[in-house]
């Protein structure tokens, strides 16, 4: 499972061969869908940076 800070991931929800959602909750408490690349979800930590929540 992918790890992202300030950031509770839950479940994977949808998996296709260009893309993954998985959907956690926010420090906040708010619910979000994360949808990712399926090529670089491997590479999630490294892409973390570039997200803004």
Known sequence: MIALPGIAIQDKIYKSS???VYWGIRNDGVAIAI????LQA???S???SQLHV
């Open 18 to 20: 260009n893309s993954l």
């Open 35 to 38: 949808k990712l690349p399926a």
């Open 46 to 48: 490294d892409r973390v």
């Open 42 to 44: 491997s590479r999630t």
